[in-house]
């Protein structure tokens, strides 16, 4: 019989590891704990520090991103931000300086569940951002989101400064696009990222970030997330051998098991037959089906990930994967493309954890409820349920075989 590895005990741990009985790290002035699950971390020297939740910036087959167990996150609360009073020395502007501040010593520790690519943000990044604008304008953006999600009662004041910031690094982001080099091309990289981080983060209104075309603004998350990819895919060399090639998500491990349990692997096959049943023209069934396969292959890999993939990248494949004429019926209001959607906020809300990422999945299921008649909405019992009771771990309940019985053309088409 193999005996336990022995280890020493300490009685030195903070009091809400000692509350909970788990191991504390000890690590000061926040503990690692703590710092996950973004509560107040309290030493016996009678100290509280409070920790702010996490972030990283998406990316699809690349990396970006942070979730359930958030890398390191630096939040401490400050009293006046120099920010509000708008001093100046010479040409110093100190409310820029102090976003910089805030992105360097902690929005970086949110960018990511994996720890090296908090250097590569904190370092790396805001380098890049001293030689190009408008990536140290994405920069003070995200932080000054960050900070009105730290400070609500000044959250209109930093999110004006943000809107302002983020306007000017896109005027020249996109007129810029067209021209990627090697030298730019970590900048407009980077950037890219942190506009998906941004889209999330920023305040939500009804219906934001269900259709393509819903807002003039940065804030629609799909065709988001896909523009990271274009970024790749004109300058992937330099890239992929530069000084950014750490947020880059490794190729995808392959796993012998593609399994799900049997009561989600149910539900994907179930939400198969309704689609395949679409009456939308064989184009429509066909970028259905497409959609549904990425689908199922996501939730595969949220949780088959190996420990070298980032959660959030991983997560946000499904929508680089899904066919163009997909991203079409999403922007027609087409049911069974919304209910794809819904399926698919249950791996928005796997990452939940994260400031910029919280609440989204709800947000988008009470939304897509709202273009659905009665006989669709049965559909979104499943994700709606799962967000609700805060299960990541696919074990749902199944659509019964009346209501799939249920779910006919005929019926569908009514209401």
């Given amino acids: 019989m193999v005996s336990r590895r022995s280890h020493q005990k300490s ?6 590891c000692k509350k909970r009985r788990i191991k504390c790290d000890e690590l000061r002035p926040v503990c690692s704990n703590c710092i996950k699950h973004s509560i107040t971390c309290e030493f016996q020297d009678g100290s509280p520090h409070t920790t702010a939740s996490p972030l990283q910036p998406p990316r699809l087959s690349t990396q970006a991103s942070d979730s359930k167990s958030p890398g390191s996150i630096r939040s401490r609360t400050r009293s006046k931000p120099l920010i509000t ?18 992105f360097a010593t902690e929005t970086c520790y949110t960018t990511s569940n994996k720890t090296d690519s908090h250097e590569l943000w904190r370092d790396t990044v805001c ?57 730019n091309c970590h900048a407009f990289f980077a950037l890219s990222s942190l506009i998906v981080v941004y889209g999330f983060a920023s305040p939500r209104k009804p219906g934001t970030g269900v259709f393509t075309d819903e807002s003039p603004e940065s804030t629609n998350w799909l065709p988001l997330i896909r523009g990271v990819n274009i970024i790749l895919h004109q300058a992937w060399p330099s890239i992929e051998g530069g000084p950014l090639r750490g947020l ?8 012998v098991d593609t399994r799900l349990p049997r009561a989600a692997e ?27 396969k990425a689908l199922r292959k996501c ?20 929508p680089v994967e899904v066919p163009d004429t997909y991203l079409e019926l999403l922007k027609a209001r087409a049911p069974e493309a919304l209910i794809i959607l819904a ?34 909405r049965e559909w979104l019992r499943w994700p709606t349920d799962t967000i609700r009771l805060d299960e990541r771990c696919l074990v749902w309940r199944p659509l019964s075989p009346d209501m799939v019985a249920a779910q006919t053309p005929a019926s569908m088409n009514s209401g």
Avoid at 11 to 16: D, E, L, T, V
Avoid at 248 to 255: A, E, F, K, S
Avoid at 266 to 292: D, H, I, P, R
Avoid at 367 to 376: F, Q, S, T, V, W
């Fill in 11 to 16: 009685r030195n741990g903070c009091g809400q």
């Fill in 85 to 102: 009073n708008n001093l100046q020395l010479g040409d110093l502007q100190m409310g820029d300086l102090e976003l910089l501040h805030q």
């Fill in 127 to 183: 380098k890049e951002g001293l030689r190009h604008d408008f990536l140290m304008r994405g920069i003070l953006a995200i932080a000054a989101l960050h900070l009105s999600h730290l400070r609500p009662d000044q959250a209109d004041e930093y999110q004006n400064i943000a809107e302002s910031h983020q306007a000017k690094a896109l005027s020249v982001f996109r007129a810029n696009v067209p021209n990627v080099t090697d030298s």
């Fill in 248 to 255: 880059l998500q490794p190729g995808v491990i392959n796993t």
């Fill in 266 to 292: 149910t539900q994907m096959k179930a939400l198969a037959e309704l689609c395949e049943s679409s009456n939308s023209g064989e184009g429509a069934v066909e970028a259905y089906g497409q959609s549904v």
């Fill in 299 to 318: 939730f595969v890999k949220i949780f088959t990930r190996a420990s070298v993939e980032c959660e959030v990248a991983t997560a946000f494949t499904w």
């Fill in 343 to 376: 399926h698919y906020c249950v791996v928005l809300h796997h990452l939940d954890n994260y400031w910029w990422m919280r609440g989204w999945g709800a947000h988008l299921i009470e939304n897509i409820y709202g273009e659905l008649n009665e006989a669709y």
